[in-house]
């Protein structure tokens, strides 16, 4: 069965440029979403067709996809993204969710 | 505001069966595909089951196959996920998903989720 796979953790200073890489076969040829994940909450979506923000998403949140990765770029991270966040792909009609990645913002 | 209640979830012992619901409000309901996905404590989503609008066409992630059955009522607005031969592993939050819109190969992500109901397997 498909799989992506996460970093179970990113670390970055506020500030910075946070990057979370979702990687999986032939990535490029699928539609990806990046979903947010707070601590007690549930998912948000931040991400979806590969770029594209849903109303109200700040404009620090981006996404690419080159071959076989798919990248969240969070520019000028600041302590409330720290959050999990979870790549999902669509592959023949089913979900496929990424382990996630803690992003930590200190 | 586009709001998704869900509700059913317990503690039930192994091999027993419950079944989970979703009232959805605030969209159209009988055109957008549903789903459930699911977190088990400490972990990552696990998706579970999609129910598509206006078709009968439903499908399931390997897990939950033959065990888990998706439905949906559309004159009430809710979506179903009847579950049975409970295993430990089945034990999660059990989210309803709103998907958004459908393009020719997937949907414009899952842009709504609930506030989850809890679903322990436990003797």
């Known amino acids: 069965s498909y799989e992506v796979t996460q970093p179970p953790s990113v670390s970055v200073s506020p500030g910075q440029t946070a990057r979370i890489a979702c990687s999986g076969n032939?990535?490029?040829?699928?539609?990806v979403c990046w979903y947010q994940q707070k601590t007690g909450q549930s998912p948000v979506l931040i991400i979806y067709?590969?770029?594209v923000r849903p109303s109200g998403i700040p404009e620090r949140f981006s996404a690419s996809t080159s071959g076989n990765v798919a990248t969240l770029a969070i520019s000028g991270a600041l302590p409330v993204d720290e959050a999990d966040y979870y790549c999902?792909?669509?592959?023949?009609?089913?979900?496929?969710f990424g382990g996630g990645t803690k992003l930590t913002v200190l | 505001e586009v709001k998704l209640l869900e509700s059913g979830g317990t503690l039930v012992k192994p091999g027993g069966s419950l079944r989970l619901s979703c009232e959805g409000s605030?969209?159209?309901?009988?055109?957008?595909?549903m789903a459930w996905v699911r977190q088990a404590p400490g972990r990552g989503l696990q998706w579970v089951s999609t129910?598509?609008?206006?078709?009968?066409?439903?499908y399931y992630a390997d897990s939950v196959k033959g065990r888990f059955t998706i439905s949906r009522d559309d004159s009430k607005n809710m979506v179903f996920l009847q579950m049975s031969s409970l295993r430990a592993d089945d034990t999660a939050v059990y989210y309803c998903?709103?998907?958004?819109?459908?393009?020719?190969?997937?949907?414009?992500?899952?842009?709504?989720w609930g506030q989850g109901t809890t679903v322990t397997v436990s003797s």
């Open positions: 067709q590969n770029v």
């Open positions: 605030g969209f159209t309901f009988k055109n957008t595909a």
């Open positions: 129910i598509r609008a206006n078709v009968d066409l439903t």
């Open positions: 032939d990535l490029i040829d699928k539609d």
């Open positions: 998903a709103k998907y958004g819109l459908a393009t020719i190969r997937s949907y414009y992500g899952v842009d709504a």
């Open positions: 999902q792909a669509w592959v023949d009609r089913t979900v496929v």
